[in-house]
């Protein structure tokens, strides 16, 4: 048994805190931003499908897998991983799990804050009242004049990062919980309204009949894998992040609930980011699989023509941008907290560094919108920021869940995992174990294999 039972980092004050933070990190642009972009990229209802599948049979149990290793480690996900394998007597190469995480979570912060950034600067553009009466080409103009220009998307993702290190050098539990806890909530308030204006178009039934009614004519196996990834990508799986978490929460309280609710709104939020925004697709005739442009080319419409729009539309922006960044400083926790174990460092100064690696790397993907976004820059048809984002999240995630889960249910000790999930040898353990020792690792073994066409 560890001795450690809080981290040196300190602990959540209560468990409703971390249900919040945890929510913080799960909701944030891949609900709102990345969720519709890809399931018009994969031809709705089927995509939809597979991805809800995923999020019941893979996400939750490796989200309580991630919990009950944090929390047990009560360290930074390299040396929980480090310290975990030591207590069960395994192999050390498992801290390299916690490594492989931090760098995930780099990769997907350096382009995360560039989306953020865009996010911000819709902020600017809606206060100033540009979407008042837009027209569709109007609002992708606005969009497209954006990301052509690689100053202002420098800019702007350098204000996201700084904004990120700052929270994140005051310690996960200072400020932003607080903000988050009447953020969220109003967020999801504004896209019920956003449903309801969606609601008012003749196309609403449009929009939830391409959502809703699988045709699985229209997803291909490469299709699969983005709805797996995007299931661990949503709910901040297979990196640390909620391992992270997990080691900041107080003793005695339910993992298997907390993970319940946390995954119930991520899902709630995509699904209504979803309705809002087909229907409005629809109703302009837009394409549903224009790319990641998606919802900045969408919800501007549907801000210009209701009343107060631009009061909503700047709204709407300053919550998405606060749900990017209490996901942000997610991504970037395991590698701050490991620094100030290992390196001695202050949390400052392991803000500061972590910040400016990750900052440089977003560089690339600022360019990849603009500069280098020409076919003799692409490799595989993709350009820096679409090779970033399926590597990591198609690939680098689901191996991660993949190994969290085979590490917390073939590794552990039965006893161990039963103790840090406070339960006993109840069918919901037994359903929970079930579901890391075969479901999990066949279906992501055989997504990949598909996906890379060996069968
Ligand atoms: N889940 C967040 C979102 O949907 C992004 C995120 C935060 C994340 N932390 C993560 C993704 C860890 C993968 C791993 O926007």
């Known amino acids: 048994?560890?001795?450690?039972?809080?981290?040196?980092?300190?602990?959540?004050?209560?468990?409703?805190?971390?249900?919040l933070a945890a929510t913080g990190s799960a909701v944030g642009l891949g609900n709102i931003w990345?969720?519709?972009?890809?399931?018009?990229?994969?031809?709705?209802?089927?995509?939809?499908?597979?991805?809800?599948?995923?999020?019941?049979?893979?996400?939750?149990?490796?989200?309580?897998?991630?919990?009950?290793?944090?929390?047990?480690?009560?360290?930074?996900?390299?040396?929980?991983?480090?310290?975990?394998?030591?207590?069960?007597?395994?192999?050390?190469?498992?801290?390299?799990?916690?490594?492989?995480?931090?760098?995930?979570?780099?990769?997907?912060?350096?382009?995360?804050?560039?989306?953020?950034?865009?996010?911000?600067?819709?902020?600017?553009?809606?206060?100033?009242?540009v979407f008042e009466g837009a027209t569709a080409d109007a609002v992708g103009l606005v969009f497209s004049d954006l990301v052509s220009d690689p100053e202002r998307l420098l800019a702007w993702h350098t204000i996201f990062m700084v904004m990120t290190m700052v929270v994140v050098a005051r310690g996960v539990k200072g400020g932003l919980e607080k903000a988050v806890s009447y953020l969220m909530p109003a967020l999801f308030v504004?896209?019920?309204?956003?449903?309801?204006?969606?609601?008012?178009?003749?196309?609403?039934?449009?929009?939830?009949?391409?959502?809703?009614t699988p045709d699985f004519s229209k997803l291909t196996t490469d299709g699969v894998l983005i709805a797996m990834g995007h299931a661990f990508f949503t709910l901040s799986l297979g990196m640390g992040a909620i391992m992270v978490y997990g080691s900041y929460l107080p003793e005695h309280?339910?993992?298997?609930?907390?993970?319940?609710?946390?995954?119930?709104?991520?899902?709630?939020?995509?699904?209504?980011?979803?309705?809002?925004?087909?229907?409005?697709?629809?109703?302009?005739?837009?394409?549903?699989?224009?790319?990641?442009?998606?919802?900045f080319q969408t919800l501007p419409i549907a801000f210009g023509q209701m009343p107060g729009g631009t009061f909503f539309a700047s709204l709407f922006f300053v919550l998405l941008v606060f749900a990017a960044w209490s996901s942000a400083i997610s991504l970037i926790?395991?590698?701050?907290?490991?620094?100030?174990?290992?390196?001695?460092?202050?949390?400052?100064?392991?803000?500061?560094?972590?910040?400016?690696?990750?900052?440089l790397l977003g560089i690339g993907t600022v360019l990849s919108f603009n500069v280098l976004s020409g076919k003799e820059y692409q490799l595989f048809d993709k350009t820096f920021f679409d090779l970033l984002d399926y590597l990591t999240a198609n690939i680098m995630l689901p191996l991660g869940g993949l190994l969290i889960a085979v590490f917390a249910v073939w590794q552990m000790r039965k006893q161990s995992s039963m103790d840090e999930l406070e339960m006993s040898n109840t069918t919901g353990y037994q359903l929970w174990r079930f579901l890391l020792q075969y479901i999990t690792p066949i279906a992501v073994v055989l997504v990949f294999l598909r996906a890379i066409g060996v069968i």
């Open 253 to 295: 309280t339910s993992i298997a609930k907390t993970t319940f609710m946390v995954a119930g709104a991520d899902t709630l939020v995509a699904l209504l980011a979803g309705m809002a925004i087909f229907p409005i697709v629809f109703a302009n005739g837009l394409e549903p699989a224009s790319g990641p442009g998606l919802v």
């Open 333 to 359: 926790e395991p590698l701050v907290a490991w620094l100030v174990e290992n390196k001695n460092m202050t949390r400052i100064m392991a803000s500061v560094w972590a910040g400016m690696g990750t900052w």
């Open 190 to 212: 504004l896209l019920i309204i956003l449903v309801g204006y969606a609601m008012s178009t003749d196309h609403f039934v449009d929009g939830l009949s391409f959502l809703f």
């Open 1 to 19: 048994m560890s001795q450690l039972r809080e981290s040196i980092h300190g602990q959540w004050s209560s468990r409703w805190i971390f249900v």
């Open 34 to 129: 990345k969720f519709p972009y890809i399931t018009g990229e994969n031809g709705g209802g089927a995509f939809v499908l597979i991805y809800l599948l995923c999020i019941a049979v893979i996400g939750i149990p490796i989200m309580m897998a991630e919990i009950m290793l944090g929390r047990r480690g009560r360290r930074s996900p390299i040396n929980t991983m480090r310290h975990l394998a030591a207590e069960e007597g395994r192999s050390p190469l498992w801290q390299y799990l916690g490594w492989a995480g931090v760098l995930a979570g780099v990769l997907i912060l350096s382009y995360y804050s560039v989306i953020a950034g865009w996010s911000l600067a819709y902020v600017a553009r809606a206060v100033s009242g």
